[in-house]
């Protein structure tokens, strides 16, 4: 691999306003790459026929002394279910193979207005019914995982530096987990869902979010500013600043941590990952504890007769009033005790800055192996920010994540402690594929 595509996008941006690459040479190292890694992996479905030519516009801006903003020239990749003008997006639907959107979802748009250049749209799920299986870049044999997985794929083997994924019980976090590398699910509420495909109806389908997918921290931090805040169109998001993840407090935090889960059974190198993060922190934060917070283990009693009824799982039936398929009592039902969840946790959170946990029970699994959610959903549930990032490696040399949590609209805290990890545990180590 080239070492520029090892770079992050921060460096890359860097680079091309210094004049030490252009952007058209750096878009084409990466369709070099792409044309190398992505019939192995399978991570991508469309490239963007424009973006040599955009790359050309950006490196004419910029010797004309303009400057297209922080991500001036830099690629990035969108997953299927994102809204990107002129290219196809199906939503993994083959009843949708045409379907060709002609505006960019928010979060593209806002990507782009900060000098991005779409590289290409990325394949979805493990095994999707319309572009095929997507294939991890560690090992061909082994899952990807999740909806998010053509962009984690992507990152890790070197075709994209940056890329927007979704995440409803774990898309982003899972496939990061998986792949060794970072993402962050947003505080519900920061980043606009408009023109995601199929659509996200927040007072219906709360959970579900956008957020960055990339290989190193400082991407994240790059990127989530320029992604928040209100659209005018996305009612449930609030104007909330996102802070700054440098001027966090590491000695102040308070972290409570867990592996074990009535749901699952940990594996040993996965408990070892977050015990050994926890041991890091022991030095430098205020308090580092294991804890279990209340109910997290009932999670899935919470959810599945909600959101197996209640949300339509079939694009013809989908209403922008929502589609319930259970009786006022029942719906209020699941309700309350989705809500009576989320108190509990803010208990909790009252006296945690931070909760450190497992992204997943292991680590990358054959194609086909069911997964679960259970240290994911949680924080879907709650709305909580939360991010992955690698603090490990597996006995058969598959990438291990920890999954960091933290209080609602603190996304900057979660930042700063998946910085510390990634400084202190080496965070992405790029594949051999």
Same mark, same amino acid.
């Given at each position: 691999m080239n070492e520029v595509l090892r770079w992050s996008a921060s460096r890359m941006a860097a680079a091309i306003?210094?004049?030490?690459?252009?952007?058209?040479?750096?878009?084409?190292l990466h369709l070099e790459r792409i044309k190398e890694i992505n019939p192995k992996i399978n991570a991508i479905f469309k490239l963007n026929p424009n973006a040599l030519g955009e790359a050309r516009a950006a490196d004419e801006a910029l010797a004309r002394g303009e400057n297209l903003g922080p991500l001036h020239g830099v690629p990035f990749s969108v997953k299927d279910w994102i809204d990107v003008a002129g290219l196809p997006c199906a939503g993994a639907d083959v009843r949708y193979l045409e379907r060709i959107p002609s505006h960019d979802a928010t979060v593209v748009a806002r990507l782009r207005k900060a000098g991005g250049i779409v590289l290409a749209k990325t394949n979805v799920l493990e095994d999707s019914e319309v572009y095929g299986k997507v294939r991890n870049p560690y090992n061909l044999d082994l899952s990807p995982t999740g909806s998010s997985s053509g962009e984690a794929a992507l990152i890790a083997a070197g075709g994209s530096p940056l890329g927007l994924g979704s995440d409803s019980g774990g898309s982003i976090r899972q496939p990061a987990h998986v792949c060794g590398i970072v993402?962050?699910?947003?505080?519900?509420?920061?980043?606009?869902?408009?023109?995601?495909?199929?659509?996200?109806?927040?007072?219906?389908d709360p959970r579900t979010v956008i957020g960055p997918m990339s290989r190193w921290v400082e991407d994240l931090a790059l990127t989530l500013p320029l992604l928040s805040g209100p659209d005018w169109r #996305?009612?449930?998001?609030?104007?909330?600043?996102v802070g700054d993840h440098q001027g966090v407090d590491l000695s102040k935090l308070r972290v409570a941590f867990y592996t074990q889960h009535a749901?699952?059974?940990?594996?040993? #190198?996965?408990?070892?990952a977050v015990h050994g993060v926890a041991r890091s922190l022991v030095k430098i934060c205020a308090v580092v504890d294991e804890r279990l917070p209340p109910r997290v283990e009932e999670i899935y009693p919470i959810t599945r007769d909600y959101w197996n009824r209640v949300e339509s799982s079939d694009l013809e039936e989908w209403k922008p009033e929502g589609r319930s398929k259970l009786d006022g009592d029942?719906?209020?039902?699941?309700?309350?005790?989705w809500d009576r969840f989320r108190r509990s946790m803010l208990g909790f959170m009252r006296d945690w800055d931070v909760i450190l946990t497992p992204a997943a029970e292991l680590s990358a699994q054959p194609?086909?192996?069911?997964g679960s959610f259970a240290y994911t959903l949680a924080y879907s549930l709650t709305g909580y920010p939360c991010g992955v990032v690698r603090a490990g490696t597996s006995t058969n040399g598959m990438p291990i994540a920890v999954q960091v949590v933290g209080q609602p609209w603190r996304d900057d805290v979660v930042l700063a402690v998946m910085a510390e990890i990634e400084q202190r545990f080496g965070g992405w180590n790029p594949p051999q594929a």
């Open positions: 306003r210094g004049g030490e690459i252009s952007s058209e040479e750096l878009i084409q993402g962050l699910k947003p505080t519900t509420g920061g980043i606009p869902v408009t023109g995601h495909f199929p659509p996200i109806v927040p007072l219906n #996305d009612a449930s998001v609030v104007p909330v600043p749901a699952v059974n940990p594996g040993p #190198d996965t408990i070892e029942a719906v209020g039902k699941h309700l309350f005790e194609h086909g192996t069911p």
